[in-house]
């Protein structure tokens, strides 16, 4: 792993002063790294670097201390508040004129919100928690290191609650379908998709499907979550037992509510996105919902614009146009699909063919895109950066020569 270790983070990082420090010894056997993503002017970012210290110190004074190392990746524009900030960490640090690969690591992790934290194996690279935040607030002696991901089954287990008081074992989701649903009422988006979702339960279970929902409060006092969950009709993890319920979170990797994750019968994910899902399906026909390598774009989904590189064809057409669209794309998100998640891995990509309509017009004016179609794009909204393809026609082999461009980091990014 040494090798893919430094082309992920470099040859060399640095310490809080300055010092060069080879990053190939970090990606042996049984090592941990926590990568930090945040910036100084952020007081969540400043709070959450003295509470990371507080842990880090503690950790490398135990058993395990040399099977864990920390690297902080800012996303600092100007070098003075960065150097006054890193000069407070006793862990490593990406150097500060690394800014490319900066962005990369932004982009490849999918960092949206900072302070962030993401566990990654050092030998393999494979993540191993993407809430690390929750992992040192939990776990403030790092007891469980390496926080091995569980099943679901041993993540849930324990009782469940219904909403009339009955009290059951999380062991009688055992051979169904589950929705675990991260959700609270303070939340509008939130309460509308609740709506939806007690109306898509009823009609699964009319079907004779063995399909079960759990309710995971974010709600902010248990008033408020007894209110919420007097209105579905599925069970819950208790309320009062918000270590479960944290462990929930974390083992998900859980950045924003309302959020559906889907499990197969052996308690697997089968999508993230139930959200978008149940919103495009509401006589569940598709149900389980398994992932769709191209996805039309509309309302419900183009959130996931947010959530890392997307690559959007935009026609000129109408609803019945958008199938050979699809059918110029789906060779390559096929094939990126199948090799990633023979790893284990999301694919690096998201496929969508969208139409014309007033969404799509706000998408390409909020990104200043051509008016022409079709128009082959990657928008990449967390970096404010786009790569466009304006050619007369679109071929399977123009998007896979495009797509496999930018993969390879050939392709000159444009600002959005």
């Known amino acids: 792993m040494s090798e893919l270790l430094c082309q992920l983070l470099g040859e060399r990082l640095t310490d809080r002063h300055q010092a060069e420090v080879e990053s190939s010894p970090l990606g042996t056997d049984g090592r941990l790294l926590a990568l930090y993503f945040g910036c100084s002017w952020s007081p969540a970012c400043r709070q959450f670097t003295v509470l990371l210290s507080d842990f880090y110190g503690r950790f490398k004074e135990g058993e395990h201390g040399e099977l864990l190392e920390v690297v902080f990746i800012s996303s600092e524009e100007e070098h003075k508040p960065w150097q006054e900030f890193v000069g407070q960490m006793p862990w490593l640090m990406l150097p500060f004129q690394d800014k490319e690969r900066k962005v990369k690591l932004w982009s490849k992790y999918k960092v949206t919100n900072i302070p962030s934290l993401i566990f990654i194996e050092g030998s393999t690279g494979r993540i191993v928690s993407r809430n690390g935040h929750q992992i040192i607030r939990d776990d403030p002696l790092g007891t469980d290191f390496p926080w091995t991901p569980k099943s679901f089954g041993e993540v849930i287990a324990g009782s469940l609650i219904k909403n009339s008081g009955q009290i059951v074992d ?48 974010a709600d902010r006092s248990e008033d408020s979550y007894k209110q919420y969950f007097s209105e579905m009709p599925w069970e819950a993890v208790p309320y009062t037992d918000e270590a479960r319920r944290s462990r929930l979170n974390w083992h998900y990797g859980i950045q924003g509510i309302p959020t559906l994750i889907i499990l197969d019968q052996e308690g697997k994910i089968i999508t993230r996105q139930g959200r978008p899902a149940v919103l495009n399906d509401v006589d569940c026909k598709e149900f389980p919902w398994h992932p769709k390598p191209v996805l039309e774009l509309n309302e419900s989904n183009a959130m ?45 990509l998201l496929f969508f063919v969208a139409g014309d309509d007033d969404m799509t017009d706000s998408i390409r004016d909020f990104t200043n895109l051509p008016e022409s179609a079709p ?42």
């Open 170 to 217: 999380s062991s009688t989701l055992d051979g169904s379908y589950v929705g675990v649903y991260f959700s609270a009422h303070w939340c509008p988006p939130c309460r509308s998709l609740t709506r939806v979702l007690v109306e898509t339960y009823r009609k699964i279970k009319e079907m004779g499907t063995k399909f079960e929902i759990v309710f995971v409060s």
């Open 375 to 416: 128009l082959l794009t990657i928008l990449d909204m967390s970096q404010r950066a786009k790569f466009v393809k304006d050619v007369e026609e679109i071929t399977p082999a123009i998007v896979e020569e495009f797509v496999m461009a930018y993969l390879k980091e050939k392709l000159k990014p444009e600002p959005i």
């Open 304 to 348: 996931q614009l947010n959530e890392g590189p997307s690559l959007v064809l935009f026609v000129d057409s109408d609803e019945e146009e958008l199938e050979p669209a699809k059918q110029l794309i789906q060779p390559i998100a096929e094939k990126l699909f199948a090799e990633h998640k023979a790893k284990d891995e999301e694919p690096p």
